[in-house]
């Protein structure tokens, strides 16, 4: 196992540092490769599971013929789609840019699908986040 | 060409619940240990709490 996989239970004593380009760094680098925020802070174990999780749902949503929300249709809830889906990062734009996804949703399964690309975003977030307070010290 | 899955209801959910409690345990816990646990929390919270709904949704249907 990898060092900086360690499991002891103490507590991080460094005070946290603030917000700097050093430390935004792993934050932008994992939101836009999924799990690359833990990688290079050599979190191999944890960055490879993200990078599964994340790609593996974003890739099942468009199995499912899930749509991929764009910006300015001015519909609320597309836009909250749209930030949801945002949250992907690079899969988000290579999406867009190869017009992958469902244009509507007709079916229960393709609205999973959208369900499936919306989470996959927020779970990126969530993780990009991570990576964040892993590079200023609140976490392990 | 796209692959168009079809899945059920309960294996998108399985699914789902699956990815989205490794994530939750990677980014809410500090150790490994708790990790694996929280991951396994969150999966058989969501499995239970999918069973729960499937019956409610029944019960009402019926």
Redesign the interface.
């Known amino acids: 196992m990898a060092k900086s996989?360690?499991?002891?239970?103490i507590?991080p004593t460094a005070a946290p540092v603030s917000l700097t380009a050093a430390t935004a760094m792993p934050a932008i680098v994992g939101w836009l490769i999924p799990g690359a925020g833990?990688l290079m802070q050599k979190r191999w174990i944890?960055g490879v599971?993200?990078m599964?999780?994340?790609v593996?749902?974003f890739a099942?949503g468009?199995?499912?013929?899930g749509k991929i929300y764009k910006p300015n249709t001015g519909d609320l809830l597309d836009i909250l789609g749209f930030i949801g889906d945002l949250g992907s990062g690079a899969l988000y734009i290579l999406g867009r840019m190869l017009d992958?996804g469902g244009i509507n949703i007709t079916t229960?399964?393709a609205d999973?699908?959208t369900?499936?690309i919306v989470?996959a975003g927020l779970?990126n977030i969530?993780?990009a986040?991570?990576a964040y307070h892993i590079a200023i010290g609140k976490?392990? | 060409m796209?692959?168009?899955?079809?899945?059920s209801?309960f294996s998108?959910a399985t699914?789902?619940a699956f990815?989205?409690s490794?994530?939750?345990g990677?980014?809410q816990r500090?150790?490994?240990?708790e990790m694996i646990r929280y991951a396994a929390y969150c999966f058989g919270v969501f499995m239970v709490c999918m069973f729960v709904a499937g019956w409610v949704m029944w019960l009402l249907h019926h």
Request: proline share 0%; glycine share 4%; no cysteine.
């Open positions: 996989e360690s499991t002891s239970t507590a833990h944890r599971l993200i599964i999780s994340v593996a749902m099942f468009l199995g499912m013929q992958w229960a399964i999973y699908g369900k499936y989470v779970l969530m993780a986040v991570d976490k392990q | 796209m692959l168009a899955l079809q899945l209801h998108a699914i789902f990815f989205a490794i994530v939750f990677i980014t500090n150790t490994k240990d």
